[in-house]
């Protein structure tokens, strides 16, 4: 019960972090919308993807590039509590240690999540339309969720043990770019052989093409299996590394 | 004689191939003021931070209130409160905000009323509801001692508490722990500056490349050295003094040369 209280008072103090500067929501959510406007309006044209609207093609793997955006600020502020000496008051304090990691956790869902909206909004005045319904639109959140869980859980680690800023921001570049070599802008039938392959067995082939086609209200197929595979494991191993490196911290 | 409230016996801590307490052993006893006054890197914040539960020693035993620092961390951190060398405070949080943080995490009734007590004691009301990203320093230390004053700890280390503090800010957090130790607590200082043990400490310890070299207190200490000469000279006033009194700084009185040691500073009109 101290965990669930010390879990809550410690979210609803770094979600005032971001009440106060929700540029934070933004600058997440501005990235991914100029590539959205760049990929629809002036690349698109040129792409073929058998689908009949491109934005309809590419907003799955946009939300998964604001994701990937949104956790790198999870690690700056780990990383900012660190050097603060915040977690180590919290240490010496009579407070629930995995508390002190949930809190940032739980927030890190919360603020992504709200990025997210943004884009959506952005995305359905851009010509988005989705047929799904609500059992649908509650897988589609159930896996950028999970997603978001297993990339927050990594950014842990940076958080904790990067020795500047800009380390513990970095890590998340290769993960904004992991889009591009997947099924995100363009289908991977173009693509030279062992780019097609790291491309069709990569995580963000799966998520894309579930989302995508949960949006098309279709069946998705083993592509879900596949997804929720990559993203509990992944979730599940990021855990495992966060709190041994956690457990450090005394 | 009751048993002391911290105690430590041959304690050492390494990193790497470096020593840096090297058999330390050390008792403060209840309601004191207990001063650790050693250089940079001495193996002050080691000892503080092996005390607060956030380091483990090599070897050697640390005991608080009774109770082990590694076998029953938990029951020390319900007894102690650790102010470290830099202030640990949420910048984006207001003064009380970050008090109430405090006193929900260590469940004490009432947070909000809390946090406006020690406001006022800490004479902060004012600041209470700014950002502490605009407290000046000696503002942001007060704010980072009463946040360690949340749920009344038994055991207060405060890490080097004045260090980097303007003459002005020094004297208010001297004033604010004199005032801490008349109420019963127990305080472990560590400083690097002589008259600052001086102003504040009952006894002090001298930690000198990981061992205590001496201990006892003022009056003890001095004793160590050949007895007292008289000499008269003309006392000049120092620029701290002069600094003082020109900008009309409250507790000027309490400035180390103006008063005599062990004697309580005069503040104020109060």
Same mark, same amino acid.
Not at chain 1, 139 to 145: F, K, R, S
Not at chain 1, 155 to 181: C, E, H, M, N, R
Not at chain 2, 105 to 111: A, F, G, I, N, Q
Not at chain 2, 164 to 172: F, H, S
């Given at each position: 019960?101290? $965990?669930l209280?010390?879990?809550?008072?410690?979210?609803?103090?770094?979600?005032?972090?971001?009440?106060r500067?929700?540029?934070?929501?933004? $600058?997440?959510?501005?990235?991914?919308?100029?590539?959205?406007?760049?990929?629809?309006?002036?690349?698109?044209?040129?792409?073929?993807?058998?689908?009949?609207?491109?934005?309809?093609?590419?907003?799955?793997?946009?939300?998964?590039?604001a994701?990937?955006?949104?956790?790198?600020?999870t690690?700056?502020?780990i990383?900012?509590? $660190?050097?603060?000496?915040?977690?180590?008051?919290?240490?010496s304090?009579?407070?629930?240690?995995?508390?002190?990691?949930?809190?940032h956790?739980?927030?890190?869902l919360?603020?992504?999540?709200?990025?997210?909206?943004?884009?959506?909004?952005?995305?359905?005045?851009?010509?988005?339309r989705?047929?799904?319904?609500?059992?649908?639109?509650?897988?589609?959140?159930?896996?950028?969720?999970l997603?978001?869980?297993?990339?927050?859980?990594?950014a842990?680690?940076?958080?904790?043990?990067?020795?500047?800023?800009?380390?513990?921001?970095?890590?998340?570049?290769?993960?904004?770019?992991?889009?591009?070599?997947?099924?995100?802008?363009?289908p991977?039938?173009?693509?030279?052989?062992?780019?097609?392959?790291?491309?069709e067995?990569?995580?963000? $082939?799966?998520?894309?093409?579930?989302?995508?086609?949960?949006?098309?209200?279709?069946?998705?197929?083993?592509d879900?299996?596949?997804?929720?595979?990559?993203?509990v494991?992944?979730?599940?191993?990021?855990?495992?590394?966060?709190?041994?490196?956690?457990?450090?911290?005394? | 004689?009751?048993?002391?409230?911290?105690?430590?016996?041959?304690?050492?801590k390494?990193?790497?191939?470096?020593?840096?307490?090297?058999?330390?052993?050390?008792?403060?006893?209840?309601?004191?003021?207990?001063?650790?006054?050693?250089?940079?890197?001495?193996?002050?914040?080691?000892?503080?931070?092996?005390?607060?539960?956030?380091?483990?020693? %090599?070897?050697?035993?640390?005991?608080?209130? *009774?109770? %082990?620092?590694?076998?029953?961390?938990?029951?020390?951190r319900?007894?102690?409160?650790?102010?470290?060398?830099?202030?640990?405070?949420? /910048?984006?949080?207001?003064?009380h905000?970050n008090?109430?943080?405090?006193a929900?995490?260590?469940?004490?009734?009432d947070?909000?009323?809390?946090?406006?007590?020690?406001?006022e004691?800490?004479?902060?009301?004012?600041?209470?509801?700014?950002?502490?990203a605009?407290?000046?320093?000696?503002?942001?230390?007060?704010?980072?001692?009463?946040?360690?004053?949340?749920?009344?700890?038994?055991?207060?280390?405060?890490?080097?508490?004045?260090?980097?503090?303007?003459?002005?800010?020094?004297?208010?957090?001297?004033?604010?722990?004199?005032?801490?130790?008349?109420?019963?607590?127990?305080v472990?200082l560590?400083?690097?500056?002589? %008259?600052?043990?001086?102003?504040?400490?009952?006894?002090?310890a001298?930690?000198?490349?990981?061992?205590?070299i001496?201990?006892?207190?003022?009056?003890?200490? /001095? /004793?160590?050295?050949?007895?007292? /000469?008289?000499?008269?000279?003309?006392?000049?006033?120092?620029?701290?003094?002069?600094?003082?009194?020109?900008?009309?700084? &409250? *507790?000027?009185?309490?400035?180390?040369?103006?008063? &005599?040691?062990?004697t &309580?500073?005069?503040?104020? &009109?109060?």
């Amino acid at each position: 019960m101290k $965990t669930l209280n010390d879990t809550v008072v410690l979210f609803g103090r770094s979600m005032r972090h971001i009440q106060r500067s929700p540029d934070t929501i933004i $600058t997440v959510a501005i990235m991914p919308i100029a590539m959205l406007l760049l990929f629809v309006y002036v690349l698109g044209g040129a792409i073929k993807t058998g689908s009949d609207s491109y934005v309809n093609y590419l907003l799955p793997g946009i939300l998964l590039i604001a994701v990937a955006t949104g956790i790198s600020y999870t690690a700056v502020r780990i990383f900012g509590d $660190t050097k603060e000496g915040i977690i180590a008051r919290l240490h010496s304090m009579p407070v629930s240690r995995s508390a002190v990691l949930w809190g940032h956790v739980l927030t890190s869902l919360v603020s992504t999540a709200l990025s997210l909206v943004v884009i959506f909004a952005v995305a359905l005045l851009m010509g988005f339309r989705t047929s799904a319904g609500i059992g649908s639109w509650a897988a589609v959140a159930g896996i950028l969720a999970l997603f978001t869980l297993a990339l927050t859980w990594l950014a842990v680690i940076p958080g904790l043990t990067a020795s500047s800023i800009d380390g513990a921001s970095a890590f998340a570049y290769p993960l904004i770019f992991l889009p591009f070599i997947s099924s995100a802008f363009v289908p991977t039938d173009t693509m030279p052989g062992p780019v097609r392959f790291f491309a069709e067995h990569q995580p963000v $082939t799966a998520i894309v093409g579930s989302i995508r086609n949960l949006f098309r209200d279709v069946p998705v197929g083993t592509d879900l299996w596949i997804a929720l595979a990559w993203c509990v494991g992944g979730a599940l191993i990021a855990y495992f590394f966060a709190m041994r490196v956690y457990r450090k911290v005394r | 004689m009751n048993a002391p409230t911290i105690s430590i016996s041959g304690l050492r801590k390494a990193f790497g191939e470096t020593t840096v307490l090297d058999g330390v052993d050390l008792e403060v006893q209840r309601g004191e003021i207990f001063a650790l006054l050693g250089s940079n890197g001495a193996g002050k914040t080691t000892t503080v931070s092996i005390l607060a539960t956030l380091l483990l020693q %090599d070897a050697g035993t640390a005991a608080v209130c *009774g109770f %082990d620092t590694t076998q029953d961390a938990d029951r020390v951190r319900e007894r102690i409160s650790l102010t470290g060398q830099f202030a640990a405070v949420d /910048k984006i949080l207001t003064g009380h905000e970050n008090l109430v943080l405090i006193a929900k995490l260590r469940s004490v009734p009432d947070p909000g009323q809390v946090a406006d007590r020690l406001l006022e004691q800490f004479a902060l009301t004012d600041a209470g509801s700014k950002r502490v990203a605009t407290y000046s320093g000696g503002m942001t230390r007060r704010l980072d001692i009463a946040m360690s004053l949340v749920g009344s700890p038994e055991v207060i280390f405060l890490d080097e508490p004045t260090t980097g503090l303007d003459p002005q800010g020094r004297l208010e957090v001297w004033l604010t722990i004199k005032a801490l130790a008349g109420g019963g607590t127990t305080v472990l200082l560590t400083t690097q500056y002589l %008259d600052e043990a001086e102003q504040l400490a009952d006894r002090i310890a001298i930690l000198h490349q990981g061992r205590i070299i001496v201990e006892g207190t003022l009056a003890e200490l /001095k /004793k160590l050295l050949p007895p007292a /000469k008289k000499e008269y000279i003309e006392k000049q006033p120092t620029l701290e003094e002069i600094f003082l009194s020109v900008i009309g700084a &409250p *507790g000027a009185g309490a400035s180390a040369a103006a008063t &005599p040691a062990g004697t &309580p500073a005069e503040v104020g &009109p109060e």
